[in-house]
């Protein structure tokens, strides 16, 4: 059953609608909390609208979408990749980007670190894991994301920050703690191995205040700010 997409939400938002859902998000947020503001689909006008509400860190989950909104937005936003990263858009895609949420596998991880080397571009990452019940959804098995973590801990240009995160899109309140719970459970096996890697993004429009209540540090929020996606 979907559960997720407020389909109450009015499609294209005016600003102070993209202002005020930024504030009632903030002040839910805890203290430190990150909120990754999702503009996918969004036009460069939303961002930009959100930019003067304050917001600075953007989610975005294709590289066309991210390159040209990088580059139409002032220089101090944060650019964070949450979709399938293609691995022959990766050059293009990097210099654009400060962080890649959804690194799901250790070739792609090395790929990542080699290419931040050649073109001198640190990058953040989060390693995802698939924790929910849809096949579909991308990311490592747990163990699998730790090996990849042992193995990879110390590759150059890569920051492993922490562990990236969906629970199922189900309307089953237990299954979603239950996943955000193992997400969290995979974050601290993820610490025991590289100590500063304590970042934990989940948590999306539908489910977020559940994920800060199991650790979230970022949450990646779209719907519920900039409306629904065409
Ligand atoms: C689109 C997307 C989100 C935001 O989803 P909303 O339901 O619109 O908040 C968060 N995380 C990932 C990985 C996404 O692809």
């Known amino acids: ?85 293609q691995t022959n858009k990766l050059r293009r895609m990097l210099p654009a980007v400060q962080v890649i949420e959804s690194v799901d596998s250790e070739r792609l991880l090395r790929l990542i670190s080699a290419e931040a080397v050649r073109a ?12 929910a019940a849809e096949e579909t959804k991308t990311g490592f098995a747990p163990d699998d994301l730790i090996e990849c973590a042992r193995a990879c801990k110390e ?20 299954r979603i703690n239950a996943d955000f719970e193992a997400i969290a459970e995979v974050g601290r096996q993820l610490r025991a191995i590289i100590p500063t890697a304590r970042e934990l993004s989940m948590g999306m429009s539908g489910d977020w205040p559940q994920a800060v209540a199991h650790g979230a540090t970022f949450v990646r929020i779209g719907t519920d700010i900039f409306g629904v996606r065409n």
């Open 120 to 131: 001198n571009h640190p990058v953040k990452v989060f390693l995802q894991v698939h924790v």
């Open 1 to 85: 059953m979907k559960r997720r997409f407020s389909t109450s939400m009015p499609q294209n938002l005016t600003s102070p609608q993209i202002a005020e859902n930024l504030r009632r998000v903030r002040a839910a947020l805890p203290s430190g909390g990150e909120l990754v503001a999702v503009s996918k689909f969004h036009p460069v006008e939303a961002v930009k609208e959100a930019y003067e509400a304050g917001q600075r860190v953007f989610g975005e989950s294709r590289v066309d979408e991210v390159v040209n909104k990088a580059a139409a937005m002032p220089e101090d936003c944060t650019w964070h990749f949450i979709g399938h990263v």
């Open 155 to 174: 590759l150059p240009c890569i920051e492993i920050c922490g562990v990236m995160g969906m629970a199922s899109n189900v309307d089953d309140d237990e």
